[in-house]
């Protein structure tokens, strides 16, 4: 009976700590690498989330710091597509892909690879919320 017990409390704990772990992964984004968010897009067939950003860029830091630390635009983009992040600074070869020049920067690509849209510069939650919507649901093809 005591080892029933102590299994029951250990499965508990381990339930506790997965969903606490589970919590704070939704507490953020869940970015990834050009090259690996890419085939995963083509994997999963999911939309692809592109910004570009620049260490010293003062709207980068507000986008890091604001939009995308609020919880509608956080659970949009981990639930609808698979968010990257690119430095461009490190990155050289896929800003030029893009014709990255201002920052930050946001493009929106179909899970086929092509563009859908672009924005440049900063936008603030409400704004990235409504162009995602768009985006999600191919509004702006209609």
Same mark, same amino acid.
Request: proline share 5%.
């Given at each position: 009976m005591k080892i029933a017990k102590a299994m029951a409390v250990l499965l508990l704990v381990l339930l506790a700590g997965a969903v606490a772990s589970a919590q704070?992964?939704?507490?953020?984004?869940?970015?990834?690498?050009?090259?690996?968010?890419?085939?995963?897009?083509?994997f999963e067939k999911k939309k692809v989330f592109l910004y570009f950003y620049i260490e010293d860029c003062i709207y980068c830091k507000e986008m890091e710091r604001r939009t995308f630390k609020d919880s509608a635009v956080i659970a949009a983009l981990n639930r609808n597509f698979? %968010?990257?992040? #690119?430095?461009?600074?490190?990155?050289?070869?896929?800003?030029?892909?893009?014709?990255?020049?201002?920052?930050?920067?946001?493009?929106?690509?179909?899970?086929?690879?092509?563009?859908?849209?672009?924005? %440049?510069?900063?936008?603030?939650?409400?704004?990235?919320?409504?162009?995602?919507? #768009? #985006?999600?649901?191919g509004a702006a093809a209609k």
């Open positions: 704070a992964a939704a507490d953020k984004i869940e970015w990834h690498t050009y090259d690996s968010g890419m085939a995963r897009s083509k698979i %968010p990257i992040r #690119v430095n461009a600074d490190r990155d050289q070869q896929t800003s030029l892909l893009y014709s990255v020049k201002g920052f930050p920067d946001l493009w929106f690509i179909a899970e086929s690879g092509e563009v859908i849209g672009h924005k %440049p510069g900063f936008a603030p939650a409400d704004q990235l919320m409504k162009i995602l919507n #768009v #985006v999600m649901t």
